[in-house]
């Protein structure tokens, strides 16, 4: 009985946190379907006396709003896969190989993580000016495409990842590019859904 309670009482508490955390977005919806009256009115109301769905209609004649979530898409999309491409590639780099100025350079990509993004602005900004990105995708997307904290995390999951499966790998006649596709990759998928859920939520 005590334990039925204990997860009685556990449902009960998530539900009461879930209700609070979907509040805000009941109350916009509730909010779109009512009156102008009725939605600046004191003391408020959570619900509509009436719901009025020509709202949505009227909205989307003021303003062109499928372009603007279609450019939302494309740019969180298209910055995510490159954000991952980038990532991906340059952790698997640090990870496995061996080249000059590797520690050098990776510290270079660490020290980045130092640098508040508010003081770019001004200066991302005179480069995609120079550049005559204003105004484009491209403006957009690729200042914001690489980012040394991501590449710093990808790369600690990939060496959890054992040395000896890609040696093994190799003897076998693997190419490096067969090994990141078909054993880290897997290996590693949740890191890399991390990475692109928090992306693509910036973005």
Not at 49 to 78: C, D
Request: glycine share 4%; aromatic share 14%; charged share 10%.
């Amino acid at each position: 009985m005590t334990e039925k309670l204990k997860k009685a009482a556990v449902w009960i508490l998530l539900t009461a946190g879930a209700l609070v955390m979907m509040f805000p977005f009941i109350w916009m919806l509730a909010t779109s379907l009512k009156t102008l009256p009725e939605a600046t009115a004191i003391p408020p109301t959570l619900f509509p006396a009436k719901a009025v769905f020509a709202n949505y209609a009227e909205a989307f004649t003021m303003a062109p709003f499928g372009r603007y979530l279609f450019n939302s898409i494309l740019v969180a999309g298209l910055g995510t896969l490159l954000t991952l491409v980038i990532t991906v590639l340059a952790a698997y780099a640090f990870t496995v190989f061996e080249f000059p100025g590797k520690s050098s350079l990776f510290f270079c990509c660490l020290a980045t993580m130092m640098i508040p993004a508010e003081l770019l602005i001004i200066q991302n900004f005179i480069t995609v000016s120079k550049l005559h990105w204003v105004n484009t995708f491209q403006g957009i997307i690729i200042p914001t495409i690489a980012s040394g904290f991501y590449i710093y995390m990808m790369r600690e999951y990939f060496l959890q990842t054992p040395s000896v499966l890609y040696k093994a790998a190799k003897i076998d006649g693997c190419t490096d590019w067969r090994y990141l596709w078909r054993i880290m990759m897997p290996i590693n998928k949740n890191a890399i859904a991390t990475i692109g859920i928090l992306t693509f939520i910036s973005q």
